[in-house]
């Protein structure tokens, strides 16, 4: 039987192969990504700028949600501490506390990290990172 799967899989992915291999012969478009219009290398450039934007917001999303939760988590990991300190180490739930606090922390820290490499206001299409402080 295991021997019949392997025979049907091996010729699944030959016929594969082969109807693949005929269509980029006989199609080509199907292999080269070319626009209708013909793009410089600035145009391909500028398209993954905008595309990394959005990329920014979601690890920023997903750093503060992750931030919330691990420091909800080592409230609780606190209490399991108190109800019974030996199954819970104290170091558990500071540990805890510590990498929520860096990921609350992080994208703030990549405004500035931004701003200091390429100067100016960082901004996304969705966000502003710009923030006043005290004296302005």
């Given at each position: 039987?295991?021997?019949?799967?392997?025979?049907?899989?091996?010729?699944?992915?030959?016929?594969?192969?082969?109807?693949?291999?005929?269509?980029?012969?006989?199609?080509?478009?199907?292999?080269?990504?070319?626009?209708?219009?013909?793009?410089?290398?600035?145009?391909?450039?500028?398209?993954?700028?905008?595309s990394i934007n959005g990329v920014q917001v979601?690890?920023?999303?997903?750093?503060?949600?992750?931030?919330?939760?691990?420091?909800?988590?080592?409230?609780?990991?606190?209490?399991?501490?108190?109800?019974?300190?030996?199954?819970?180490?104290?170091?558990?739930?500071?540990?805890?506390?510590?990498?929520?606090?860096?990921?609350?922390?992080?994208?703030?820290?990549?405004?500035?990290?931004?701003?200091?490499?390429?100067?100016?206001?960082?901004?996304?299409?969705?966000?502003?990172?710009?923030?006043?402080?005290?004296?302005?």
């Open positions: 039987m295991k021997k019949l799967n392997k025979d049907i899989k091996r010729k699944l992915g030959m016929a594969l192969g082969v109807t693949a291999g005929l269509a980029v012969a006989f199609v080509p478009e199907l292999a080269f990504a070319q626009a209708t219009s013909a793009q410089s290398i600035g145009d391909v450039a500028m398209n993954a700028s905008k979601m690890i920023q999303g997903a750093c503060y949600m992750a931030g919330v939760a691990l420091a909800g988590g080592s409230m609780f990991k606190f209490k399991a501490h108190k109800d019974n300190p030996q199954q819970t180490p104290l170091s558990t739930p500071i540990v805890m506390l510590a990498v929520a606090a860096g990921l609350l922390y992080l994208p703030s820290l990549m405004t500035s990290a931004g701003q200091s490499l390429w100067g100016g206001k960082q901004t996304s299409d969705k966000v502003s990172y710009e923030y006043s402080s005290y004296g302005s």
